[in-house]
């Protein structure tokens, strides 16, 4: 579903990815694992275009998509979240999910900010993230939690086919990370792609069926949870840490 | 440990308490009917004219009537998308050399031609934004300031628009007691019209997405807003108020001259301000703000006399307003939820 071809992104002299290639199958939870810095959050920055990549191919449903602009790519179906959430300030959690509904074309840009029925919906992605009652609340004053699960509300308000979702469990409670997992599965077998960044290995060893390993940049390591455990390439990049710890 | 979750309790009732209250803070509904009445009573200040000499009291509301117009346009892209620019009189000046150009050649009022100028300079700042829209903050403010500097020198170096002298515009032949009547009215109109679109901008998917903008680009574009579009049409549509305004006040002052018109205090600078001290961003904001630096302005100029010094006070004025009112007038009593109603359009 989506391919990612010899992408690489340069900062000047830093080469924050290198030749990055990978697939992630249609209906999967595919995770892209590795160590701080290892280009994770840059690789998805430039599959949706939030930065230019230096080089390479991005392929959505067999049509290339580096070249679009990032509100096309999140029209073709693919959305992301920010591992740090951006929020909007000033505006209500609903406004800040209705922002993410669909527009096709000039005519719907006079349309009302939030017809009855986007609202509708966006409640209803709200009651499933148990979050309702932080629908009027400012997008900014919300905890960092909420703010994990706002994002997602937001991402879903899209309809996408694919969400790419930067450590969506990064920093919250046992009792939370429990529901995001629970969420995400749930959304996986309604149909929904999903590639994840995550560090947690206890975590990505339940949900995932697949793994992508990158470190410094490159695809180290590819396959199901257990193979890449076990790899000893992750385990080198990892510097015999994490990884152990977890297993 | 019972206590505790009477304690517990509390709190969570407190929170749905306060739940509701936003909930409520977001149905509040909004008085509508005021700004309808204002408009009402805005119509019959001409009758007026019939129990005595009221010009001057004509003069400054039609005067004030093309800041709100201003005001309101600059709201679209400097409040709700956070592009704060200093170069709007360039689109002032527009407006009011192709509108005076026509008027002086071919005869046709300018208050016909107004919405036509408006489009013109609507197309002009299109064209501008592509460019200059593609950096924010400071810089963005600067390139705005630039603009001005251009086309000064532009409209000064032209001999076929007047160079520096300008051209004066034909007077029109209806007695004083009645002469300022059809440029009241075009203004009122304009400004009904400036204060009705920023209005339905504010309501519409394309606000929401200007304010998306003006809190996080990147987080926007990501939500798959076109940015880049949303940017140069709100940049179009202050333009096209700015320039419908100065098409009308070249006919209203008999001449159109550059530095009248590319006067960067008091049409780049000025609405900016008044959108500000208003409340950026919000509906009523700009007119009040305009009511208020006309008023200030026009009683320093009464009891200062005509120095510089008033400038320097309502000034002082502003800046004092804004320490307390961080968010301008409306803005700031809104966010405490003290702002009487009559003032919420939003
Ligand atoms: N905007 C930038 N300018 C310069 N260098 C950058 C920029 N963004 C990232 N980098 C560099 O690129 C490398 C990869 O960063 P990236 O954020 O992609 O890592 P990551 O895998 O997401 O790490 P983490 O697990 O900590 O989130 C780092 O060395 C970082 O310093
Ligand atoms: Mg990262």
């Known amino acids: 579903m989506l391919e990612v071809k010899n992408l690489c992104k340069y900062f000047g002299g830093i080469h924050a990815v ?22 994770k959050t840059t690789a998805f920055n430039c599959i949706s275009r939030t930065m230019v990549p230096t080089k390479g191919e991005v392929w959505l449903d067999g049509e290339r998509i580096d070249r679009l602009r990032p509100h096309k790519i999140t029209a073709k179906g693919l959305s992301r979240t920010f591992q740090i959430s951006r929020n909007l300030a000033d505006m209500t959690v609903l406004e800040n999910v209705i922002c993410q509904s669909r527009i096709n074309g000039w005519r719907d840009l006079f349309k009302p900010a939030m017809s009855p029925q986007e609202i509708d919906k966006a409640m209803g992605i709200l009651d499933f993230l148990n979050i309702t009652r932080i629908a009027y609340e400012d997008g900014s004053n919300l905890s960092y939690g909420q703010k994990k699960l706002m994002d997602l509300a937001a991402l879903l308000m899209s309809d996408p086919k694919i969400i790419l979702l930067d ?71 990892y510097l015999g840490g994490a990884m152990e710890d977890a297993a | 440990m019972a206590q505790t979750y009477e304690n517990t309790d509390e709190i969570l009732a407190a929170r749905r308490a306060y739940n509701d209250t936003l909930a409520q803070a977001h149905d509040a509904r909004r008085a509508t009917w005021f700004p309808l009445l204002i408009v009402a009573l805005l119509m019959l200040v001409p009758a007026l004219q019939f129990v005595g000499n009221y010009n001057y009291v004509i003069h400054l509301m039609l005067y004030t009537l093309m ?80 603009l001005v500097m251009i086309f000064r020198i532009l409209f000064e170096k032209w001999q076929f628009i007047g160079g520096a002298a300008g051209l004066s515009l034909p007077i029109n032949d209806l007695s004083v007691q009645w002469a300022k009547l059809p440029y009241y009215y075009a203004f009122l109109a304009m400004a009904v019209f400036g204060v009705w679109a920023s209005y339905r901008v504010r309501h519409s998917k394309f606000g929401l997405g200007l304010r998306a903008i003006s809190k996080d680009e990147v987080k926007a574009e990501s939500a798959g807003i076109d940015t880049r579009r949303y940017k140069v049409l ?44 208003g409340g950026k961003g919000t509906i009523a904001g700009p007119v009040v703000g305009a009511v208020l630096i006309v008023a200030f302005n026009e009683f320093f100029v009464a009891t200062l006399g005509s120095s510089t010094i008033h400038i320097l006070v309502t000034g002082m004025i502003m800046a004092l307003t804004l320490m307390f009112f961080p968010l301008g007038l409306v803005g700031t009593l809104a966010k405490h939820r003290r702002l009487p109603r009559i003032l919420n359009w939003d």
């Open chain 2, 67 to 146: 800041y709100v117009t201003m005001a309101a346009g600059w709201n679209i892209l400097g409040g709700y998308t956070g592009y704060i620019s200093l170069g709007h009189s360039v689109f002032f000046a527009v407006g009011g050399y192709f509108a005076g150009m026509i008027f002086a050649r071919l005869g046709i009022s300018t208050i016909i031609m107004a919405p036509v100028a408006g489009l013109v300079c609507a197309a002009l700042g299109y064209l501008i934004g592509l460019i200059t829209l593609r950096v924010r903050g400071p810089s963005f403010i600067i390139s705005s300031l630039a």
């Open chain 1, 167 to 237: 450590e969506p469990a990064g920093g919250v409670n046992p009792t939370l990370l429990e529901e995001i997992v629970g969420h995400i599965r749930k959304l996986n077998e309604q149909g929904m792609t999903v590639l994840i960044v995550e560090h947690n290995m206890e975590l990505i060893m339940r949900l995932s069926q697949r793994v992508v390993v990158m470190a410094a940049g490159t695809v180290i390591a590819e396959g199901s949870p257990e193979e890449v455990q076990k790899d000893p390439a992750v385990l080198d990049a």
């Open chain 1, 18 to 39: 290198e030749d990055c290639s990978f697939k992630v199958e249609k209906g999967s939870i595919t995770a892209l694992i590795g160590p701080n810095g290892a280009g």
């Open chain 2, 234 to 277: 709100a940049f179009a549509m202050s333009a096209f108020l700015f320039g419908a305004a100065g098409a009308v006040w070249g006919e209203y002052l008999t001449y159109v001259r550059p530095n009248i018109f590319i006067h960067i205090l008091y049409f780049s600078v000025w609405p900016a301000l008044m959108c500000i001290l």
